[in-house]
């Protein structure tokens, strides 16, 4: 609700009161002393999310599984005492599709991998834009396997169109805009980060990166992300 002007999202939010329907319906707003009706349910969302919101999140979506949210919870929360927004939508997703049987397999096995993805992708990213070669190669080598050509093309477009909008908008001025572009951008871009950034460079960046994608479409993909790396670290976009 937030993107949308004022006057529409009053109308909006008035037909979503009067919402009589099987669906549940969700949207966020920035709006907080906005009173809502009571067939609403208002969830406040912190930076993080505890074991008692996660439940409430969850059992929001999956009313079908609410009798095993408690055990899920539990398993869930031994090993950390909060979640980021991010990471309650992903495993929503993965629960949302999940059978029963497979629920203890995958907190006890795969969780801990989609966790660590997650984290070493901001990692990566963050070593990206602050231009430390030396840790950006050697994480790089640890972790490029992980993924396809593709994944990578997909990643390092949406960072670095994210990253350029973010500087524009914050060198105009606009930091609630930019504020809203800088989701799965490390923390500290829209601090300070962008600041240190150039657009051209960054325009640059992308163009190469969207070059390499028709390249490899095209069956050529012979280190492309290595020169990509070493024109990137070597000034070559400046």
């Given at each position: 609700?937030?993107?949308?002007?004022?006057?529409?999202?009053?109308n909006?939010?008035?037909?979503?009161?009067?919402?009589?329907g099987?669906h549940?319906?969700s949207?966020?707003t920035?709006?907080?002393d906005?009173s809502?009706?009571?067939?609403?349910?208002?969830?406040?969302?912190?930076?993080?999310?505890?074991?008692?919101?996660?439940?409430e999140?969850?059992?929001?979506f999956?009313?079908?599984?609410?009798s095993?949210?408690?055990?899920?919870?539990?398993?869930?929360?031994?090993?950390?005492?909060?979640?980021?927004?991010d990471?309650?939508?992903?495993?929503?997703?993965?629960f949302?599709?999940?059978?029963?049987r497979?629920?203890?397999?995958?907190?006890?096995?795969?969780?801990?991998?989609?966790?660590e993805?997650?984290?070493?992708?901001?990692?990566?990213?963050?070593?990206?834009?602050?231009?430390n070669?030396?840790?950006?190669?050697?994480?790089?080598k640890s972790i490029?396997?992980k993924?396809?050509?593709?994944?990578?093309i997909?990643?390092?477009t949406?960072?670095?169109?994210?990253a350029y909008?973010?500087?524009?908008l914050?060198?105009?001025?606009?930091?609630?805009?930019?504020?809203?572009i800088?989701?799965?951008?490390?923390?500290?871009?829209?601090?300070?980060g962008?600041?240190k950034?150039?657009?051209?460079?960054?325009?640059?960046?992308?163009?190469?990166?969207?070059?390499?994608?028709f390249?490899?479409?095209k069956?050529?993909?012979?280190?492309?992300f290595?020169?990509?790396?070493?024109?990137?670290?070597?000034g070559y976009?400046?």
């Amino acid at each position: 609700m937030g993107i949308i002007p004022l006057k529409k999202s009053k109308n909006v939010a008035s037909i979503l009161e009067q919402y009589t329907g099987s669906h549940t319906v969700s949207f966020f707003t920035l709006q907080k002393d906005r009173s809502l009706s009571s067939n609403i349910q208002n969830i406040n969302v912190p930076a993080t999310i505890d074991s008692h919101l996660f439940y409430e999140l969850f059992s929001l979506f999956n009313q079908s599984k609410k009798s095993r949210m408690p055990r899920l919870v539990n398993s869930l929360f031994k090993e950390t005492n909060s979640l980021s927004l991010d990471q309650v939508c992903l495993l929503y997703e993965y629960f949302s599709v999940m059978p029963e049987r497979s629920e203890e397999k995958f907190l006890k096995i795969h969780l801990p991998y989609v966790f660590e993805s997650q984290i070493s992708l901001f990692s990566l990213s963050y070593n990206f834009f602050t231009k430390n070669e030396k840790l950006f190669f050697k994480q790089w080598k640890s972790i490029s396997k992980k993924y396809s050509e593709g994944f990578w093309i997909s990643f390092w477009t949406d960072q670095l169109w994210r990253a350029y909008n973010v500087t524009k908008l914050s060198q105009e001025g606009n930091s609630i805009q930019a504020h809203k572009i800088a989701y799965r951008l490390p923390s500290f871009f829209i601090k300070k980060g962008w600041q240190k950034c150039s657009l051209n460079e960054l325009f640059k960046s992308f163009e190469f990166v969207y070059t390499m994608d028709f390249l490899l479409k095209k069956g050529s993909s012979f280190c492309a992300f290595d020169l990509f790396y070493c024109n990137y670290f070597q000034g070559y976009f400046s």
